[in-house]
């Protein structure tokens, strides 16, 4: 094992994948995710980095989560089993599987995630929501609403990066994200202000990609 490394080939290396041994497990995929020619790489080892959702090891499952995030395609069967994982329990997990099906997928099949993530007012499902948002666009317009209470919600709680990231979605979804606010904040003229402070910064926050959010070390 000592001897790998990321320049080994990928068969190789997808060898070891096949252990039943987290820290084995984890030590390969940390040598695959530095490799130059990753999309490709990934391609050819999908089949097994899906099995190893189900190992029992989260961490394990979350950082082969994440190198099947760089997948340029996905089949039927993967897409079925990656919505599985939009119903797990780990709340990192269920929030960047539906990000990563949201490029495969179109937004009606992935409507009902996309609300239940907006529920959750946490930094995971608001960065993942983000950039789901970002591809769909307006088709997801009718969460303007739901997004604008999200936006209030973090506001009050004085989580400022937390409201960035649903200020971005909204803008996102929405034709005229001012509009919206202007509209959802009429009676909280401080809110409003917040918001509308927010929406002129949004230019200067990154947009995420399921990459960006990966499990810590």
């Known amino acids: 094992l000592l001897r790998l490394e990321s320049s080994s080939s990928i068969s190789a290396l997808e060898a070891y994948l096949k252990t039943d041994s987290a820290s084995t497990l984890i030590w390969v995929m940390r040598l ?8 490709r790489d990934i391609g050819q080892i999908k089949p097994t980095l899906i ?18 995030s760089f997948a340029e395609r ?9 919505a599985k994982v939009t119903q797990s329990k780990d ?10 099906l949201s490029r495969h997928l179109p937004f009606e099949q992935l409507e009902t995630d996309f609300s239940r993530l907006l529920q959750r ?14 591809r769909y666009g307006t088709e997801a317009s009718r969460f303007c609403d739901e997004v604008c209470d999200r936006i209030r919600i973090a506001l009050n709680r004085c989580d400022f990066f937390l409201s960035k990231w649903y200020v971005l979605i909204l803008m996102s979804i929405s034709d005229n994200a001012r509009n919206h606010v202007e509209h959802f904040f009429a ?21 995420i990609t399921p990459n960006d959010a990966k499990p810590a070390p």
């Open 32 to 39: 695959i995710e530095s490799r130059s020619e990753l999309p």
């Open 51 to 68: 099995r190893l959702l189900d190992h029992k090891d989260q961490f394990v499952n979350q950082l082969a989560l994440h190198l099947i």
């Open 91 to 100: 709340g990192w997990s269920n929030a960047v599987a539906a990000n990563v």
């Open 74 to 82: 996905l089949d039927d069967e993967e897409a079925v089993r990656l």
């Open 187 to 207: 009676e909280d003229e401080d809110l409003y202000r917040c918001a509308i402070e927010l929406i002129d910064d949004a230019v200067d926050v990154p947009q």
């Open 121 to 134: 007012s946490d930094h995971s499902a608001a960065a993942n929501v983000a950039q789901i948002a970002n």
